[in-house]
């Protein structure tokens, strides 16, 4: 019993040591090497096009290589400008329009705080007095801290300009560095990833990491584009702002796009919309059977975590990175529990050895 609770003991500490070392990686080293991470990613993206085209057209890799991503770059652009465009457009009609829409949302207000009152038998007004206190404390605690420290973060945004140009630069030129060489690079990780102590946590963060990133960033795509389209069906205005913005929020764990929708839905179905409301109603339902068909069908189990773990993966990775935990939690965990089964690993090696 002595024993088991020893190894126990050793089991936690272990844990902790491994998430220590993760946590510190992702707070410190991650921003230096980030650029040349992303690089690396391009490069895997880019380079089976690449290789086609030195293998059937005889180009030589770097112009190849050169061909490819002056095409991807040039491609990005044009999807990214023209998304950003429709995005500051729908961003600037809103903000014109916001007065109407507070009015709007106000008369709904006022009339679900009506019917509460009379459902509940309260005075007339008092739901609306609760909610009204509620909104200016809401507003108070915009005003002293969420505001200030948006225009903080707008100025430091700004001021940093020159350093993103300087990064991208820096992205484009290794990502065209790790192609002339991806070769070179893959015998490297071929001889890694048989040795004893780092081929095992190598081929852990391989399959599983980069499928979760794969499914999340497909779900993520496939989600804004059903989004996308349904508000376009209702003739939103900010069809494209509200598919994207709501295709995000859907990342997040217990959140999800019905927090949205599904309130959304019913509001137009009291409000005798009844066609808009089954729209919403659809486009909740093939986002939910979406995510709960495909991410099992792409990542096929090789993650091995419980979905109550990953959840609290996620939880974490927000609370300890912001935004990016929500790709940094999971990714962190399995290399934990890449680093504890070496530890075992190296423990069966040592005690075979002794043997």
């Given amino acids: 019993m002595g024993f088991l609770k020893d ?3 050793k089991a936690g500490l272990c844990f902790l040591l491994a998430a220590g070392v993760v946590y510190l990686a992702f707070r410190f080293l991650l921003p230096l090497v980030l650029p040349f991470v992303i ?3 391009f490069a895997i993206l880019l380079y089976p ?3 086609f085209l030195h ?3 005889r180009l030589p890799i770097f112009l190849a290589g050169a061909l490819v991503l002056l095409s991807f770059l040039c491609l990005l652009v044009v999807v990214v400008a023209s998304i950003g465009q429709m995005l500051m457009r729908q961003l600037v009609a809103f903000f014109q329009n916001f007065e109407a829409y507070e009015r709007y949302l106000t008369e709904q207000v006022g009339g679900l705080c009506f019917g509460c009152d009379r459902l509940f038998r309260l005075e007339q007004g008092t739901v609306m007095g609760v909610l009204s206190s509620a909104m200016e404390v809401l507003m108070e605690h915009i005003q002293t801290d969420i505001l200030p420290a948006l225009t903080a973060k707008t100025l430091k945004f700004a001021a940093g300009t020159a350093a993103i140009l300087g990064t991208i630069l820096i992205v484009i030129v290794s990502t065209l560095m790790v192609l002339k060489d991806m070769e070179k690079y893959r015998e490297d990780y071929c001889r890694l990833s048989e040795s004893r102590y780092l081929g095992g946590l190598l081929n852990s963060l391989k399959g599983g990491g980069m499928a979760y990133l794969k499914t999340q960033f497909l779900l993520l795509a496939l989600i804004s584009a059903i ?3 349904g508000f376009f069906l209702l003739k939103n205005p900010y069809a494209l702002l509200l598919g994207i913005a709501i295709a995000i929020f859907d990342a997040f764990p217990i959140l999800g796009s019905g927090l949205i929708l599904v309130p959304w839905a019913f509001l137009r179905l009291f409000s005798g919309a009844y066609t808009q409301a089954i729209i919403l109603f659809l486009m909740f339902l093939i986002c939910q059977v979406l995510r709960e068909f495909l991410e099992p069908k792409l990542l096929g189990g090789r993650l091995g975590i419980r979905p109550v773990t990953m959840m609290l993966a996620i939880y ?5 990175f912001g935004v990016a935990g929500v790709f940094l939690g999971p990714i962190g965990l399995l290399l934990i529990r890449g680093i504890m ?3 075992k690993d ?3 090696v040592v005690w075979e050895e002794e043997e």
């Fill in 7 to 9: 190894e126990k003991i």
């Fill in 39 to 41: 690089a690396g990613l």
């Fill in 49 to 51: 096009v690449v290789r």
């Fill in 55 to 57: 293998r059937r057209l």
């Fill in 227 to 229: 989004l996308c389209a």
């Fill in 316 to 320: 974490a990775g927000v609370k300890l």
């Fill in 341 to 343: 089964e070496q530890e």
């Fill in 346 to 348: 190296c423990k069966k």
